[in-house]
């Protein structure tokens, strides 16, 4: 799998660390916006590494995206997409979104969904601007999350 010119590979149980040292930096932006922990800082990797498609993005030796994929029965849910700070607004978003988009279609996924924060209206936006549109906001304790679909045609 690509995300544009740069080629992904699975994560293996080695890279776990590399992952959860890598997710802390990346969400921890998003902490002072949420009011609360992001879900990606509360998760356990050993679980999704199990039950889920952990996709890695390298730059030479080190992390520049990871991309989290979890499969349902007609869609393909992104459980986190994220890029290194210092990768931010150079397309690797964007070519992780493409290579989501790619699995869904190779493994017969109608539709593509996500959540993130509704404080997060950054996200929001750049998830519309690629095609999702909201479908519904839950809200929960401590948080509000905007669940997002785009269908693959």
């Not at 609360?36 to 050993?46: K, R, V």
């Not at 869904?104 to 109608?110: D, E, F, G, W």
């Not at 209206?121 to 690629?130: M, S």
């Amino acid at each position: 799998m690509r995300a544009g010119e740069r080629p992904l590979r699975r994560c293996l149980a080695a890279d776990l660390p590399a992952v959860i040292a890598f997710q802390r930096a990346a969400y921890a932006c998003n902490r002072d916006a949420l009011g609360t922990e992001p879900l990606p800082l509360l998760a356990d990797y050993q679980a999704i590494l199990r039950d889920m498609e952990i996709w890695l993005c390298e730059e030479g030796e080190r992390l520049s995206g990871v991309l989290i994929l979890e499969p349902h029965p007609t869609d393909l849910m992104i459980w986190s997409i994220a890029t290194a700070p210092e990768a931010r607004c150079k397309g690797l978003g964007g070519g992780l979104l493409a290579a989501a988009q790619s699995r869904a279609r190779t493994l017969n996924k109608a539709t593509l969904t996500l959540y993130t924060g509704e404080r997060l209206t950054h996200l929001i936006a750049w998830y519309q601007h690629h095609g999702f549109s909201v479908d519904r906001v839950e809200a929960s304790p401590d948080r509000r999350l905007v669940h997002m679909s785009k269908p693959l045609l």
